[in-house]
């Protein structure tokens, strides 16, 4: 008995999940296009992000964390599902006409369904781009009890839309409303209303996606740093803008202005201690609308942008803050993705995850557990524009392979991370045992798909079956 009595008291530190009685609120902020380099924790010179690095300064900064995919909809669907692209459902960016892109099934398991059945209150609000309006893949019938923003991607190209969608509402504006704010502000009304806990607020705000929209007053001081930019002109999708390089900066600006509204609100409501943040990116920088990633060193020491998958296109900002459970000002190397969020959250819950997903819980990294931490046997993304791609990284080694719609068997690049972060002599010719690895790890990982094909010129002919 008294051994028994001693296994209990241990289970707390032996098992990564939280009791129920502890479940944490969950508040997921993912920015839109935001490089690796775009928040001054992370190395950013030409403006400051001061409420996000109070986050790092409080919680727990990774430097090894990978997006989902280099586009937006499959990056979305991998963290909602705990899948990654070889895996899963959205595989890249298909669009639905009028409105909306294809939409994930309606027996999809998400992260927001294995929550709100385990007592948290849902909300996203943001950018979706995971089923049309109504569809199976709409918010509201993959697990949200309440939805604000942009349901269709295309519709996000602009801040200054003429309608949003609440729910299965479509809200009409009038165009000239930035749209951030509007989001903003029934987030908040979210947390405000569910403070009592627990809730799970996603936050896939579109800054800095192109267009490359902000009111003035954020552009303004920007103006003069970037005065060689002031006669360029940037459009993308609705008003055209002027200096779109000073713009950028202003958006960021008011995107960190954000991260404060929500983080102020905790502590105003007395339940920052109860609520874990987490922050990060889709992928890696764009180059729309007139940015100039270049100018602000947007992918850091890494090589490649967004529908890249080398590391520029893919290694993201994670920051984790939870008040007296997590230690402030740490950094981790733990290498983690998008799809491990499923399962950390599950962790944070108190409940289990599902099998054959692709995620791990980091949650012992949070807590500063390392040595319980779980890893990765590796990292895989395919892509399936630009001729075909593929990446994986297996501990310190990161494979690639290219114009696959070509030939399924074109070479494999391979890149020792360690000392070559920005993926710059290829090590093939000298480690076949690792190109060979690396040939094993894809055709593991990838599972083909009636909707993508098998990232071969018989990509196009399997359209017909959907």
């Not at 593991?444 to 959907?466: D, M």
Request: hydrophobic residues 35%.
């Amino acid at each position: 008995m008294k051994k028994a009595a001693r296994l209990l008291l241990l289970l707390p530190l032996l098992c990564p999940c939280l009791s129920a009685a502890d479940k944490p609120n969950i508040i997921y902020i993912m920015l839109d296009d935001a490089g690796y380099g775009d928040v001054s924790c992370y190395g950013q010179k030409n403006f400051k992000t001061p409420n996000v690095d109070a986050l790092a300064a409080g919680g727990l900064k990774f430097t090894q964390h990978y997006s989902g995919s280099t586009v937006c909809a499959p990056t979305r669907c991998c963290l909602m599902t705990g899948l990654h692209t070889g895996h899963a459902f959205v595989r890249g960016n298909r669009e639905v006409k009028p409105v909306g892109q294809s939409p994930i099934p309606g027996d999809t398991v998400t992260v927001a369904k294995l929550l709100k059945r385990n007592g948290y209150r849902t909300g996203a609000f943001g950018k979706w781009g995971l089923g049309n309006p109504g569809s199976e893949g709409d918010p509201v019938n993959q697990g949200f009890d309440e939805f604000y923003g942009y349901n269709c991607q295309r519709n996000a190209h602009t801040y200054y839309p003429t309608w949003l969608y609440h729910n299965l509402e479509k809200v009409k504006l009038d165009g000239k409303t930035y749209a951030h704010d509007l989001i903003m502000t029934e987030a908040l009304s979210f947390i405000r209303k569910n403070k009592d806990g627990p809730f799970f607020c996603y936050l896939p705000w579109t800054i800095p996606h192109a267009s490359m929209h902000v009111p003035e007053k954020y552009t303004a001081p920007f103006r003069k740093k970037f005065a060689k930019y002031e006669n360029t002109v940037g459009r993308y999708k609705g008003p055209s803008v002027k200096n779109p390089v000073a713009a950028f900066a202003g958006m960021m600006v008011k995107m960190d202005e954000g991260v404060g509204q929500v983080t102020s609100l905790l502590k105003e409501l007395g339940i920052e201690k109860d609520t874990v943040v987490l922050f990060t990116s889709d992928n890696g920088p764009h180059r729309e609308g007139g940015h100039k990633p270049d100018v602000f060193d947007s992918n850091g020491p890494l090589s490649g942008y967004k529908r890249s998958v080398t590391e520029g296109g893919i290694r993201v900002p994670l920051i984790a803050y939870w008040p007296g459970r997590i230690e402030p000002g740490t950094s981790t190397e733990h290498i983690s993705a998008h799809w491990d969020f499923l399962p950390t959250a599950c962790s944070l819950a108190g409940i289990k995850s599902p099998k054959s997903i692709d995620g791990i819980s980091f949650l012992p990294t949070l807590l500063g557990k390392s040595k319980e931490q779980k890893q990765h046997e590796y990292l895989y993304w395919e892509f399936y524009e630009q001729g075909g791609k593929r990446a994986a990284r297996f501990g310190k080694w990161k494979a690639i392979q290219r114009n696959l719609k070509r030939n399924l068997d074109s070479p494999i690049q391979v890149f020792n991370l360690d000392v070559d972060i920005g993926e710059k002599k290829n090590l093939a010719a000298k480690h076949p045992e690792l190109v060979k690895r690396a040939r094993e790890i894809f055709a593991e990982a990838h599972t083909p798909s009636k909707r993508w094909g098998n990232l071969v010129k018989s990509t196009r002919k399997s359209k017909k079956t959907e």
